[in-house]
């Protein structure tokens, strides 16, 4: 197998551009910030560096993997989150600038440090998520296990049709009415609304005819902290006829995701950035697949990273107006879960 290489945002674009306008199938890691990625043809994929299972699609057999009985090898799970008085101190500003009007939706992030008796490969393994990746580059000293439930983009190379699906609202499922409870109240309303508007605005860069097929349907993720419930909505486009050669061209175009920056995406995505006190990496980027004629991708949530011997938990929530900080902290700390079996 060729060595993994990392490649700048235009080698990115150049590459994804090149390779669908010659319908080679190929699989994209493309970190936060767009700087540093990985664009790597599925013929080349090394299962001992990357694994990955996209709705179902995966470079690994289930015998192949190296599954071991919950009953074997329990998960011991700790997470040493900051404290609330620390989390308040970049809400605030955050905070300032939404209730001025600069910016309407913020997605604000931290990582937390978290003591796991497991390998990151072996939580690929053992996790249950639509969407899994597990990569480890040595000569980078990067690695990195995800496991997330939200789609970035779909499109269907036979009718040309481009479908992002934003991520916004969650609460316990296990609550009285939990699904009622999330569809009704109003900060949630508001925040997916939000989310959905700026969408609709980033599919128009790459698509015409933009529509919303699905508006606030609803997900159970399950977790080892008990199961959750995430609002989602389906935003639909056309894409030219010549997509395929313009794969990489398109996608940038659309990232950073509206979903884990803001409204509006370019001055949240400035905010966030003066905010947050650490480098997201390849959290909160994207990954998919391109099979020679379609693409799936989705984002990298519920993303856990090795560090110098230690492990991270990446999460936060979007941030409105109306968002209660100590509600938001309670909504950082929950979403740091493994959905192991």
């Not at 496991?147 to 983009?153: D, I, K, L, M, Q």
């Not at 107006?321 to 909504?331: I, L, M, R």
Request: aromatic residues 10%; glycine residues 6%; charged residues 25%.
């Amino acid at each position: 197998m060729p060595p993994m290489k990392r490649v700048s945002e235009h080698d990115t674009i150049q590459t994804m551009n090149e390779l669908g306008a010659a319908r080679t199938p190929f699989l994209f890691i493309i970190a936060y910030d767009k700087s540093s990625n990985y664009v790597i043809p599925l013929k080349d994929v090394d299962p001992e560096k990357i694994r990955y299972t996209i709705n179902g699609l995966s470079n690994v057999n289930s015998h192949n993997q190296e599954k071991q009985s919950p009953a074997e090898v329990p998960l011991h799970w700790t997470r040493y989150p900051l404290s609330f008085e620390q989390y308040e101190a970049q809400f605030n500003p955050l905070m300032h600038a939404l209730k001025s009007g600069e910016i309407h939706l913020a997605n604000l992030t931290f990582q937390t440090e978290v003591a796991c008796n497991l390998s990151l490969k072996t939580i690929y393994e053992r996790t249950q998520a639509k969407y899994r990746l597990w990569v480890n580059d040595p000569d980078h000293e990067f690695e990195c296990v995800c496991f997330s439930p939200e789609t970035f983009v779909k499109i269907d190379g036979k009718t040309g049709s481009i479908s992002s699906f934003p991520m916004k609202g969650t609460i316990d499922a296990t609550l009285e009415n939990a699904e009622k409870q999330l569809l009704d109240n109003p900060k949630e309303q508001k925040e997916h609304e939000t989310i959905v508007a700026e969408t609709q605005k980033d599919l128009a860069l790459v698509s015409s005819d933009i529509d919303v097929a699905r508006y606030r349907f609803i997900d159970r993720v399950e977790t080892h902290n008990g199961p959750i419930l995430q609002s989602s909505s389906e935003i639909s486009g056309k894409l030219p006829k010549n997509f395929h050669a313009e794969i990489g061209t398109l996608l940038s175009a659309l990232l950073p995701a509206g979903s884990i920056t803001g409204a509006p995406r370019a001055r949240a995505t400035e905010i966030i950035n003066a905010i947050e006190r650490y480098d997201r990496g390849f959290y909160s980027g994207i990954a998919g697949l391109f099979d020679g004629e379609n693409i799936e991708s989705f984002v990298l949530i519920r993303f856990l990273e090795k560090i110098k011997d230690k492990l991270y938990f990446k999460s936060g929530g979007g941030i409105t107006a109306d968002s209660q900080p100590f509600t938001e902290y309670e909504e950082m700390k929950q979403k740091i879960y493994v959905p192991i079996y």
